[in-house]
């Protein structure tokens, strides 16, 4: 596979993203390269603003700092021309979320990846919905098992109705 001076950029996914298909919907050359772990972070959910109305109806993915802990995810490989997508995807361009340059341990090495932080915020758990999304992209990827049975006990905000989930045809496992 090429390197990132072929026009390519390694992107660290822990939330969202982590499923292939959510990924590509914006970003349609997102190519899986490995699994990965950031050390001393930690994986939250809430929002930028105490009240807010989004397409997930419910807290959404950040990191925050937190010596000795950590947060597993994948590490995808993006053309260039995707970083504006991703980067309106992830709300950079609303103020919502800044992106990060993270180191990420694989099997392949220590790999320098794009990543996205939340500012300004609140806690917030994510809905069904949204939870669902991140756990079948964890399944989907292989994380440890470890790593899936922390994500399947989050408490959710118990919402039913339409999300993004509906957007996302999820090819057979």
Not at 105 to 111: A, H, L, R, S, V
Not at 120 to 128: E, I, L, Q
Not at 162 to 173: M, N, T
Request: net charge negative.
């Amino acid at each position: 596979m090429a390197g990132a001076t072929s026009g390519l950029f390694m992107y660290f996914a822990f939330g969202s993203n982590l499923l292939k298909e959510r990924l590509q919907l914006a970003n349609p050359s997102a190519t899986f390269y490995t699994t990965g772990r950031l050390k001393d972070y930690e994986l939250n959910f809430g929002l930028w603003e105490k009240h807010v109305d989004n397409a997930w109806h419910g807290g959404v993915a950040t990191i925050e700092y937190c010596p000795g802990a950590e947060v597993w995810g994948v590490v995808w490989t993006l053309r260039n021309e995707n970083l504006t997508s991703l980067d309106n995807q992830e709300g950079v361009n609303t103020g919502n979320y800044s992106p990060l340059e993270v180191s990420v341990e694989t099997d392949k090495g220590m790999i320098l990846c794009r990543t996205y932080q939340m500012n300004n915020f609140h806690p917030c758990p994510p809905s069904p919905q949204y939870k669902q999304v991140v756990c079948l992209g964890a399944e989907q990827n292989e994380l440890p098992l470890e790593y899936l049975k922390k994500l399947q006990v989050i408490q959710t905000n118990n919402y039913s109705g339409p999300s993004i989930l509906d957007q996302i045809r999820i090819v057979g496992k």
